[in-house]
């Protein structure tokens, strides 16, 4: 599957368009919804219907427990929260920019704070600076099966699962000294402006 679906514009397209598992083949007009001035005047010819394929087994069952928030916590972690805002045509984290001392492992609780009714799905990655475009480029071309990520790009550093509304992931990573950029991979999501720094010093 590859959803390159042609931008368009639909009257009323409502936040299920940003959704993880639903019409996936609106990404491109999602990431059109979110950035009208980019879009406006363009018209595609991609207005399938959203193909349902059953139950996501990410979606129930262990895969939405946070298993990482209950793992032991080793000496000289450090524990750090990041979650989105809220609303379902909000795409930013609750905080954009975090400083840690170097030599840490680092706790991270990553909480989608969305409605789980508005099924928009967010992650966290971590990602080497001025590496940002590639990685975001490379998670949309991963596709949904994916989880919008392609976890085998070397410029990236440390990742949550994408994650729907109301759950959280809690990951332990360490990074060596730098500035680093987080994102979300969700096609559309990053050009919103989901995205904050992170300094390792
Ligand atoms: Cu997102």
Redesign the pocket.
Known sequence: MTPVPSPEIVPGVTPRSLTRRRLVGLVGLAACSILLPACSGAAGSNGAAPTSTGPDPDERGTATVDTGASAPVPAGTVLVQVG?ASGSKE?AYDKVSLVEPAGSKIRLKFSNHTDSKDEV???WVLVKSGQESGVVTGGKAAGDDKDWLNVDDPAIVAHTRLIEGGQSNTITFTAPPGSYTYL?T?PG?YAAG?KGTLVIK
């Open positions: 989105t795409f799905g967010h992650n979300c969700f999501h989901e």
